[in-house]
């Protein structure tokens, strides 16, 4: 790629950057002139108590509310397959 090509790039970069910056410190400017900037409020999660069965955990979001239920004694498959494939290299190993 020669010089002149690079430099030429460099500017319209330059150019491309300048006019994002500008729009973005003139729509600020726009809107705190205007008074439609505000602080808005930020909100907290509220606080979920506990519940006391501990097999149902609850998630609560603003827009769904997800329960998963976990079985007494679950085993997770991996280690149900991890578990399954030392038995081959050790067996017997796990009584």
Same mark, same amino acid.
């Given at each position: 790629?020669?010089v002149n090509d690079v430099w030429k790039?460099?500017?319209?970069?330059?150019?491309?950057?300048?006019?994002?910056?500008?729009?973005m410190v003139g729509t600020y400017a726009?809107?705190?002139?205007?008074?439609?900037?505000?602080?808005?409020?930020?909100?907290?999660?509220?606080?979920?108590?506990?519940?006391e069965d501990k097999t149902r955990l609850?998630?609560?979001?603003?827009?769904?509310?997800?329960?998963?239920?976990?079985?007494?004694?679950?085993?997770?498959?991996?280690?149900? +397959?991890? =578990?399954? +494939?030392?038995?081959? =290299? =050790?067996?017997?190993?796990?009584?």
């Amino acid at each position: 790629m020669p010089v002149n090509d690079v430099w030429k790039w460099y500017k319209r970069m330059a150019i491309v950057y300048a006019t994002g910056v500008w729009t973005m410190v003139g729509t600020y400017a726009v809107y705190k002139y205007t008074g439609r900037l505000e602080d808005i409020p930020v909100e907290r999660e509220k606080a979920v108590p506990l519940p006391e069965d501990k097999t149902r955990l609850f998630f609560f979001t603003e827009h769904s509310k997800v329960v998963v239920v976990c079985q007494k004694d679950f085993v997770p498959y991996t280690t149900r +397959i991890y =578990n399954f +494939i030392s038995s081959f =290299n =050790n067996p017997g190993g796990d009584e």
